[in-house]
């Protein structure tokens, strides 16, 4: 899921390479704890595969036919393994890359991920989700970030119009407007955004010239020295510093906040959108999310087209398709963030190893291929080394890998683990699973009938409606989205409403979805009625009649949007983040996916983790690497470290 928002004003871009890092890691900005380059990996292996299978007896379970799940299977069996079952629990396969097209359009309802980083742009080469969607042909535009250059103008309501410095009002309620390529449209606002953008400078500039060096690894062990035990609330009352001394290496301050700064950050952040949700969860989340390029220059995915911009669907367009239990999955639509798992599922596998059909046909033409859906897993029970049975409600069987990818909460919650010592599933990896946080989100649609953004208004001598807003309210973030192609412009659709944590459980209360949508949209056009440069509502550009809303801490097999983490978990994160390097080849587990990473919220991390769980059953199960990988010399292994967290200075 996309939870961040885009710091393009706040934070350099930086995308150039360390001279020194090697074609097995990654250029900065990408990930502080574990850099290796799987991009160049797939590269390498596109016209044949990873890796060999040596042995066609091999059977593997994969739990959860999300993104971690179906790339796992994808390029499993593009390395010849043909014995896999896919059990999901939900009766669709994407997990949370969720799109419903809008009626007659091709923007989507972007139910679950929305805003994907390309480290830092399409092309770049610096991501797995950059190879796939140049793989599959699909395509991309700048997303509608807060405050970017993707849009016109943002804007800001807050303290019922009358400023966001209570101690200087404004005389009328208005909507304050930021301008593209302008600073802030109030004092307050700036003092905000330059605060930010000192921390984030100083981190950065440092991160630059010792990323993908020797030094490297004592630098982030000496950042998370300091930061560990903060919260990211900690970090922005804590006291600034002017500028970063080598004298005592990792220590950048905080934001030097004040209480109204801090509040105003918590709500509306800089202009980008509410930090609020992270207040409470652990400020190395943000840090590495600076570090990672997460937070810069996302993307809005299309789905398939041509150059030309003309829509290309892909295999099985709106065909009736079926699980192998017979049940009718919903058909591939190849719009929105569900083109890039329904490529995976649906277009052709290149492999030498297996005829060159998608993984959905090797479900219909080989036996030992299946995907289940409705099935939810019971329990996972360990028989013996390389034999783990898989229980659910109508089927047993016995596997000899199992790759475990639903979120922890919804597998707490509904699977139990049998037999496994504690050489398979020591205590803190069990701690992990239960004490992982898990982000609520709630999100609320309307199609539109026409781009309110691009139209005057008209009412003489006022402002437009900005395409995107942030408020106070329990509306907390508003977004027009629209695809636009070389050959098509989309209406779009209006995300009226956009929260996380608390502000996502208070619209629980409401009695039905069909009401909330009502008091969402009523409550976005008495917003922009009180404004007095704006006077007019938005609903007469929205088609009224079809809202639509998800709460994904309602969903019983998600539980949740997206992983966070708290101040001090360290050694817990690291328990689910290095289990396929210490723990697989004794458990025959294998963990994957967003839930077990530490950049949690976002699709990057689950196609790095699948691709991690394949890389380890290869190397479990003496399959033979391709291509001049070598596991032993190629493949880095995490630091066997434990912080001695400091005070906050």
């Keep these: 899921m996309s939870i961040h928002k885009s710091l393009s004003k706040t934070s350099p871009t930086a995308s150039r390479a360390i001279p020194n890092a090697h074609e097995w890691q990654f250029p900065f900005p990408n990930t502080a704890d574990f850099n290796f380059n799987y991009y160049h990996l797939l590269e390498r292996a596109s016209q044949t595969a990873i890796a060999q299978n040596n042995d066609p007896n091999i059977r593997i379970a994969i739990i959860g036919a999300g993104v971690a799940g179906l790339i796992a299977a994808r390029e499993l069996f593009r390395c010849g393994y043909t014995n896999i079952d896919i059990y999901e629990a939900s009766e669709r396969i994407g997990g949370r890359t969720y799109s419903i097209p809008a009626h007659n359009q091709y923007t989507t309802f972007e139910m679950g991920a929305m805003r994907m980083p390309f480290f830092t742009e399409p092309g770049s080469r610096n991501c797995v989700l950059d190879y796939y969607c140049t793989l599959f042909g699909i395509t991309t535009q700048p997303f509608p970030d807060p405050a970017s250059d993707a849009i016109a103008s943002t804007g800001i309501y807050v303290n019922n119009g009358l400023g966001p410095d209570p101690k ?264 992990s699973l239960k004490e992982s946080h898990w982000i609520t989100s709630c999100k609320v649609f309307y199609p539109l009938k026409q781009r309110y953004w691009e ?51 208070k619209l629980e209360a409401n009695q039905d979805d069909a009401t909330l949508a009502k008091k969402c949209l009523g409550e976005l056009d008495n917003i922009l009625m009180n404004a007095e440069n704006i006077q007019t509502p938005i609903s007469p550009y929205v088609d009224t009649s079809k809202p639509v809303v998800i709460h994904w801490e309602r969903k019983p097999t998600y539980r949740g949007c997206a992983k966070l983490y708290r101040q001090r978990s360290w050694n817990l994160d690291y328990a689910l983040l290095t289990y396929n390097q210490q723990r697989s080849a004794t458990s025959s587990l294998y963990f994957a996916g967003e839930a077990y990473s530490v950049e949690g919220g976002w699709t990057e991390p689950a196609l790095r983790l699948g691709l991690d769980a394949v890389i380890h059953i290869v190397n479990n199960t003496d399959g033979t690497f391709l291509n001049g990988f070598d596991y032993n010399e190629n493949y880095p292994q995490y630091p066997q470290w434990s912080p001695s967290f400091k005070t906050f200075a």
């Design 168 to 431: 200087n009002p404004y005389t009328v309620p208005r909507l304050d407007i930021w301008l593209k390529q302008e600073p802030p449209p109030n004092p307050l606002l700036k003092t905000i955004l330059d605060k930010w953008t000192h921390f984030a400078n100083m981190v950065t500039k440092e991160v630059q010239k010792l990323y993908g060096t020797n030094q490297w690894e004592e630098f982030w062990h000496s950042l998370v020295n300091h930061y560990g035990a903060m919260n990211f609330r900690d970090l922005v009352y804590l006291e600034a510093i002017k500028e970063y001394k080598c004298s005592h290496p990792g220590y950048f301050g905080g934001l030097g906040m004040n209480e109204q700064e801090a509040w105003n950050f918590y709500v509306i952040g800089a202009g980008d959108g509410g930090w609020g949700a992270f207040y409470d969860i652990s400020c190395l989340y943000p840090i590495r999310t600076l570090l990672f390029g997460f937070a810069t220059n996302h993307q809005l995915i299309q789905g398939k087209f041509d150059i030309n911009g003309n829509f290309a669907p892909g295999a099985e367009y709106k065909e009736i398709t079926r699980d192998n239990f017979g049940l009718q999955l919903k058909s591939p639509n190849y719009l929105g963030v569900e083109a890039l798992t329904e490529s995976l599922f649906y277009e052709p596998v290149i492999s030498p190893f297996v005829k060159n059909i998608s993984l959905y046909q090797a479900t219909q033409l080989y036996e030992g291929i299946n995907l289940f859906t409705q099935s939810q897993v019971k329990a996972i029970q360990y028989l013996s080394k390389n034999n783990i049975q898989i229980v659910t409600d109508t089927m047993v069987s016995q596997y000899n890998a199992v790759i475990v990818t639903p979120p922890t909460w919804a597998l707490e919650m509904s699977c139990v683990f049998q037999k496994f010592d504690s050489s398979a599933l020591p205590p803190e990896v069990s701690l």
């Design 455 to 505: 139209q005057p208004n008209p009412n003489p001598n006022k402002d437009p409606i900005p395409q995107v807003i942030n408020t106070d309210t329990f509306l907390q973030d508003v977004y027009g989205i629209a695809v636009t192609t070389k050959s098509h412009s989309d209406p779009g659709v209006l995300l009226v409403s956009y929260t996380w944590e608390d502000d996502a459980i």
